[in-house]
């Protein structure tokens, strides 16, 4: 009897022994198989562009047969942290994330390193200068953003020009670029003058409630710079409120290029939208499927993205998946 009892508990741990194996290859995941498990998390849904981002991502996986792990931080990067970290737990073939803000990365990556699990940005970049703890990041060029921006109040200001600035999450890669990029610009034009700038993190509430405050506290606001759609909506709700004109009294640019931001602009009330992409999802898991083989990728994968005025968002709106 002790002899069967001892060949069983052999065979057993023979055969966990076989199931956790450490076979040569890539890392396919928690999953097993030849099944690719993606680990992501996201920032939040703090707006319409973060939702069409994440619908992207959920779609694609599907349809590229990649085990997703998806975990939302509501916007709070200690959130993250604890989602990559359970991640690496789950020893998961690729862990992907869009940065909550730039800084503070590096010892979170470096254990998804010595784990030999890859990391991959999306939308958003970090701040490190150790860039062995990624392999790509694939997202907008946000600078250019604020360049294109600031380009068209360049070419459409006459006169004395008081901006108020409605910025992102502060912080965040985006928020920082998209004020440099501006900035940039409007140096040419001196008569054009930021007056006042602050975060409205990302959310239409916050937007309204910081326009709330500029117009209380500015005797004269030419236009709006808003880092994205939703806070530029958030203003016009306060602008309206106020008995001005949003789009004629104050003039308005937003990025992004929502459906609800298009609208306001084929309606008047946004002046211009900077587009960015949130359809990732299909380039971020081409992207993976590279990585997890341990093919070469591009250290930066830039999106294809455009401008719109008034007459442009109109002929797009009816085809718009986002």
Known sequence: MLKKITTVASVVLLSALTAC???GGANTGSSGGDTI???????????????????????????AGIDLKFSDAQQKQENQIKAIRSYIQQKVSVIAFSPVVETGWDTVLLEAKRANIPVILTDRSIDSDDTSLYKTFLG??????????????????????????LQGTTGAAPAIDRKTGFEEKIAAKPDIKVVASQSGDFTRSGGKQVMEAFLKSQPKIDVVYAHNDDMGLGAIEAIKAAGKVPGKDIKIITVDAVKDG???????????IVECNPLLGKQLMDLTKKVVKGEQVPERVVTEEGTFTQEQAKAALPQRQY
């Open 140 to 165: 907008s060029d946000f600078v250019e953003e604020g360049r294109k921006a600031g380009d068209w109040l360049v070419a459409n200001a006459s006169g004395p020009t008081n901006v108020v600035e």
């Open 262 to 272: 298009m609208q306001a602009l084929a309606n008047g009330e946004i002046n211009f």
């Open 21 to 23: 194996g450490s076979g």
């Open 37 to 63: 498990t993606m680990g992501f998390a996201q920032v939040g849904a703090e707006s319409g562009w973060r939702t069409a981002n994440t619908k992207s991502i959920q779609d694609e996986a599907k349809a």
